[in-house]
């Protein structure tokens, strides 16, 4: 079982860093570009959701990716307060581009799986943290490649 789990994080971690050789973005960014791609003018709390990310681990990728112009972020409407993020040209270059998976191996990998697994995974999942001593809460709200 522990083979298992050593199989999964590492497929994972191959698969960031040969989208990293092959795009120049991180996982992680790749993933975020590939949802505003996908869903124009979400908010940063909304992308957080999404990629089930904490809103600043959101802030601090989405600040990376607009240093590099492959993001814009636009307030329009009455209510200033609110961001919407839009891929730049730049930045739809790079999704086009890049290797697939753009959300990454394992999120893809669990999508693919019926209902019924993913519940009993879960269970299992919560059941092997609740036994564990010592746990990183804040990693669970980490995208994979920052872990």
């Given at each position: 079982m522990l083979q298992k789990f050593r199989l999964v994080f590492k497929s994972a971690?191959?698969?960031?860093?040969?989208?990293?050789?092959?795009?120049?973005?991180s996982g992680a960014q790749l993933w975020a570009l590939w949802e505003l791609c996908e869903t124009p003018g979400l908010?940063?709390?909304e992308l957080a959701r999404v990629?089930?990310?904490?809103?600043?681990?959101a802030s601090n990728l989405l600040d990376k990716l607009e240093q590099r112009k492959l993001i814009r972020r636009e307030r329009k409407g009455?209510?200033?307060r609110v961001v919407r993020l839009f891929a730049t040209p730049a930045g739809l270059a790079v999704v086009s581009r890049a290797?697939?998976?753009?959300r990454?191996?394992?999120p893809d990998a669990l999508s693919q799986l019926p209902e019924s697994d993913l519940?009993?995974?879960d269970a299992s999942l919560n059941a092997l943290v609740n036994?564990?001593?010592i746990r990183d809460e804040k990693a669970a709200m980490m995208p994979l490649s920052e872990i």
């Open positions: 971690q191959k698969h960031f860093h040969w989208v990293e050789r092959q795009c120049g973005v908010r940063v709390s990629m089930s990310i904490h809103q600043s681990t009455p209510d200033q290797p697939r998976p753009a990454g191996v394992l519940r009993a995974l036994l564990m001593r």
